[in-house]
């Protein structure tokens, strides 16, 4: 039987930027109209989090441990409550968005970028390059010599479920845990002292007259209107426009504000 798969990734940022990926779904559509949702969690990622930030993926119990959760021919509660359902009055307004000509609402969450209020998970499209890999040190500290970048990429690997491995010791879904805890105590202590050193040095210039305060990036207008109309229209999501645009998320915000306000 001919079938259509949809797979995307559920992840959610915590306050350093960091993308935790959270579990794998996938959206299998058959040619007789049967349907199901498959969820893979990371629970190697997953307890990493506080509560603070993550209470479960809606309608998984996922204290049950199972290593995949199916759902055959039922709308998963956390598709449901983010994602417009067949009868919704503007559904053809918000497909055509999208460039879509029929609703899969997994696909939709993926190309929209839609963010839910009630919690911080997000779905984005599942690539290759999210199969967990072996990293080695080696590749992570080669290129750097600041302890805080080498401890951020390394954190950047924990988080997204890859496995670093050194000649002296291995992080993997075993010791993923305890070397996050001490990696992020060092990545906060490194970055308080970071900040506050900058801080300090403002601080000097502008007593000495000569901090101006962070020049204006310039961005050529038709391109950010072209853009910004993009992400307004939910043709593309948050990350696709400030990749195009080459800015910071907080400078992508402050553009839009800008923008809506003209």
């Known amino acids: 039987m001919k079938s259509i798969k949809t797979t995307g990734n559920i992840c959610l940022k915590d306050?350093?930027?960091?993308e935790y990926k959270i579990a794998k779904i996938e959206y299998t559509e058959y040619e007789d109209e049967s349907f199901n949702f498959v969820f893979t969690p990371n629970y190697s990622?997953?307890?990493?989090?506080?509560?603070?930030l993550f209470q479960g993926i809606p309608g998984l119990d996922l204290s049950l441990r199972k290593e995949r959760y199916v759902r055959e021919n039922i709308i998963p509660v956390f598709i449901s409550e983010r994602s417009p359902g067949k009868n919704r009055e503007d559904l053809w307004q918000l497909l055509e968005a999208c460039d879509?000509?029929?609703?899969?609402q997994l696909e939709w969450m993926i190309r929209?970028?839609?963010?839910?209020?009630?919690?911080?998970?997000y779905i984005r499209?599942?690539?290759?390059?999210?199969?967990?890999?072996?990293?080695s040190l080696q590749d992570v500290s080669s290129l750097d010599t600041r302890s805080v970048r080498i401890i951020r990429k390394l954190l950047v690997h924990i988080c997204s479920g890859n496995d670093i491995?050194?000649?002296?010791?291995?992080?993997?879904?075993?010791?993923?845990?305890?070397?996050?805890?001490?990696?992020?105590?060092?990545?906060k202590k490194e970055k308080r002292y970071l900040d506050s050193q900058k801080i300090a040095g403002i601080k000097k210039s502008a007593a000495d007259g000569k901090y101006k305060g962070r020049k204006r990036i310039s961005i050529d207008y038709p391109k950010l209107h072209e853009?910004?109309?993009?992400?307004?229209?939910?043709?593309i999501d948050e990350a696709d426009a400030i990749k195009r645009?080459?800015?910071?998320?907080s400078t992508f915000y402050r553009r839009l504000k800008e923008y809506k306000s003209k």
Do not use: H
Not at 15 to 18: A, G, I, N, T, V
Not at 112 to 121: E, H, M, N
Not at 126 to 133: A, F, I, S
């Open 15 to 18: 306050q350093f930027d960091f």
């Open 45 to 52: 990622v997953i307890d990493l989090l506080s509560t603070d």
């Open 100 to 104: 879509m000509d029929y609703l899969n």
């Open 112 to 121: 929209a970028g839609y963010r839910y209020s009630g919690d911080p998970l």
């Open 125 to 135: 499209r599942y690539e290759t390059t999210d199969e967990k890999q072996i990293i």
């Open 165 to 187: 491995q050194t000649d002296d010791f291995t992080i993997d879904d075993n010791t993923r845990k305890q070397y996050y805890s001490l990696l992020m105590s060092l990545y």
């Open 227 to 235: 853009v910004l109309s993009a992400y307004d229209s939910k043709k």
């Open 245 to 249: 645009l080459g800015i910071s998320k």
